[in-house]
C-alpha cells in the first residue's frame, strides 16, 4: 500500500535528541537510496540525508552535519534518523523517500537534484524543537 512509512517525531527541548524510523515495503530495499527532507511552515523543501543501501554511503546537508546520523537495517527494511543537538529550526515535518540506485549513483548528486529524484514517499512526521 504504502511503501515508506515514517515515524518517531514530535515535541523536543532543544538540545534533544530524537530517533526517526522509515519503514519500507513494496520494492527491493537493497536497490534503493532512502533519503529524509524536512518542510517548515512557509520554507521550501529542503533535502536532510540520504544513505545507499547499496554501499552504505551517506549525505548530510551542512546545518545537520555533526548533530545527525542516518543507518540502515536491511533485515528490518527500516532506515533510521538519529537527530541529536537538536535547534529550533529544525522543526518541521519530516519525509523519508526512497530513489533507485542505477550506475554512476551519488548522494551527494541525488540530494543536489533534490526532491525530483525520489521515487518513493511516505507520509511525514512531525518533529518539534521547542522549549
Known amino acids: 500500500e504504502v511503501p515508506l512509512q515514517a515515524s518517531g517525531g514530535g515535541l523536543v527541548q532543544p538540545g534533544g535528541s530524537l530517533k526517526l524510523s522509515c519503514a519500507a515495503s513494496?520494492?527491493?530495499?537493497?536497490?534503493?537510496?532512502i533519503a529524509w527532507f524536512r518542510q517548515a511552515p512557509g520554507k521550501e523543501r529542503e533535502g536532510v540525508s540520504c544513505?545507499?543501501?547499496?554501499?552504505?554511503?551517506?549525505y548530510y546537508v551542512d546545518s545537520v552535519k555533526s548533530r545527525f546520523a542516518i543507518s540502515s537495517d536491511s533485515a528490518k527494511n527500516t532506515v533510521y534518523l538519529q537527530m541529536s543537538n537538536l535547534k529550533p529550526e529544525d522543526t518541521a515535518v519530516y519525509y523519508c523517500?526512497?530513489?533507485?540506485?542505477?550506475?554512476?549513483?551519488?548522494?551527494?548528486?541525488?540530494?543536489?537534484?533534490?526532491?525530483?529524484?525520489?521515487?518513493?514517499w511516505g507520509k511525514g512526521t512531525l518533529v518539534t524543537v521547542s522549549s
Open positions: 513494496g520494492f527491493t530495499f537493497d536497490d534503493y537510496a
Open positions: 544513505i545507499s543501501n547499496s554501499d552504505g554511503s551517506t
Open positions: 523517500a526512497a530513489t533507485r540506485i542505477l550506475p554512476f549513483f551519488s548522494v551527494a548528486l541525488t540530494m543536489v537534484q533534490g526532491a525530483s529524484a525520489m521515487n518513493y
